[in-house]
């Protein structure tokens, strides 16, 4: 069974906008087939943008986040050492920090990642396309 990790950006288009979301991305959520997964990293950039004032949640970060976790039943990924040190070994073609955590978790992971990010769509990793728009150009490799 196919485990998928999710971008910070399709997790919060699930709870504030999903109208943003594909119909893949949307099945995902809705029928649960397959685990889901959210990462530590998700949760470090959601406080991260929090304390800067770049997101608004209904409630602070420590209470928001772990109680949608377990009430959509989205499992956690921890940060280990071997996440943290692949990001060294995955090509520029992305420089945002929490995006290349990601990568190399769901790679290491073997997970999907449900993204919306085209900037993604460049590195060895199975996607699943989140965004409702089609990527805008075609993906170079697909697992």
């Given at each position: 069974?196919r485990?998928?990790l999710?971008?910070?950006?399709?997790?919060?288009?699930?709870?504030?906008?999903?109208?943003?979301?594909?119909?893949?991305?949307?099945?995902?959520f809705?029928?649960?087939?397959s685990?889901?997964?959210?990462?530590?990293a998700?949760?470090?950039?959601?406080?991260?943008?929090?304390a800067?004032?770049k997101?608004?949640?209904?409630?602070?970060?420590?209470?928001f986040v772990?109680?949608?976790?377990a009430e959509?039943?989205?499992?956690?990924?921890?940060?280990?050492?071997?996440?943290?040190?692949?990001?060294?070994?995955?090509?520029?073609?992305?420089s945002d920090?929490?995006?290349?955590?990601?990568?190399?978790?769901?790679?290491?992971?073997?997970?999907?990642?449900?993204?919306?990010?085209?900037?993604?769509?460049?590195?060895?990793?199975?996607?699943?396309?989140?965004?409702?728009?089609?990527?805008?150009?075609?993906?170079?490799?697909?697992?």
């Amino acid at each position: 069974m196919r485990r998928t990790l999710i971008d910070t950006e399709c997790w919060l288009w699930w709870h504030f906008s999903p109208e943003r979301l594909g119909v893949e991305a949307m099945a995902l959520f809705e029928e649960r087939r397959s685990p889901l997964l959210l990462s530590a990293a998700s949760s470090w950039e959601i406080a991260t943008k929090v304390a800067l004032g770049k997101l608004e949640l209904p409630a602070p970060p420590d209470r928001f986040v772990p109680e949608q976790l377990a009430e959509d039943s989205i499992d956690p990924l921890s940060i280990e050492h071997a996440h943290a040190l692949r990001v060294a070994r995955l090509p520029p073609h992305h420089s945002d920090p929490f995006d290349r955590l990601l990568i190399a978790q769901a790679q290491l992971e073997r997970c999907a990642l449900l993204t919306a990010d085209a900037r993604l769509l460049d590195y060895d990793l199975e996607l699943v396309w989140g965004g409702r728009q089609s990527p805008p150009r075609p993906r170079r490799r697909r697992r």
